[in-house]
């Protein structure tokens, strides 16, 4: 179904969003990465099969399988594939890595924008933060969890190479633990 209402606020949340990038970028951190400089995503090779299964895991960290995969259909209808990777990281906590591949560079970054709405703002500080990585800006998501009597914060981090989504999610309050699985992809 074409919703016109839907489409004019989806451009104009996404002019507002690049405008204002080009306005001010002080709250962008920048991931060095010398080990893994991968920013393209090799045609000739592709498959999402072989994207989910990071080859340079970091220290610490293990491949457990592919499960079947969250459906992300309420974000986009113009998906064509997904797959999921489970890793535990160095803390012994899960960590998942989907890869969502959408027919245009633009439907992945409606689809990520579609993905972060489903968020409201924090009372207090930021729930998202722009992170620079492997030659691509992605947005590290803040989310909360009660653990033992006590809130504690949780990760993702999602940026999109062309139409390929990615979104690295971790059960640890660790940002790092996010982090070090988006870095380790490559893309």
Same mark, same amino acid.
């Given at each position: ?30 991931? $060095? &990465? #010398? %080990?893994?400089?991968?920013?393209? !995503?090799?045609? *000739?090779?592709? /498959? ?42 160095? $803390? &012994? #906590? %899960?960590?998942?890595?989907?890869? !969502?591949?959408? *027919?245009?560079? /633009? ?44 809130? #504690? ?35």
């Amino acid at each position: 179904m074409y919703n016109p209402k839907k489409t004019v606020a989806s451009i104009l949340l996404i002019s507002i969003i690049l405008f204002s990038g080009c306005i001010e970028d002080t709250d962008t951190e920048i991931i $060095d &990465n #010398l %080990d893994n400089t991968s920013s393209g !995503i090799d045609q *000739d090779n592709f /498959s999402l099969d072989s994207m989910v299964m990071v080859e340079n895991l970091p220290s610490g960290y293990e491949y457990l399988g592919s499960p079947p995969i969250n459906d992300y259909n309420e974000f986009s209808e113009k998906i064509i594939e997904l797959k999921e990777g489970a890793y535990r990281d160095e $803390d &012994n #906590l %899960d960590v998942f890595l989907d890869i !969502i591949e959408l *027919d245009s560079d /633009s439907s992945a970054t409606e689809f990520i924008l579609n993905y972060k709405s489903q968020y409201e703002q924090l009372s207090t500080g930021d729930r998202f933060t722009n992170v620079n990585f492997n030659g691509h800006t992605g947005t590290r998501i803040k989310t909360y969890t009660y653990r033992a009597g006590n809130q #504690l914060p949780k990760y993702q981090i999602i940026w999109n190479n062309g139409n390929i989504v990615f979104i690295v999610r971790s059960n640890s309050n660790l940002e790092s633990s996010a982090m070090n699985l988006a870095i380790a992809t490559g893309y």
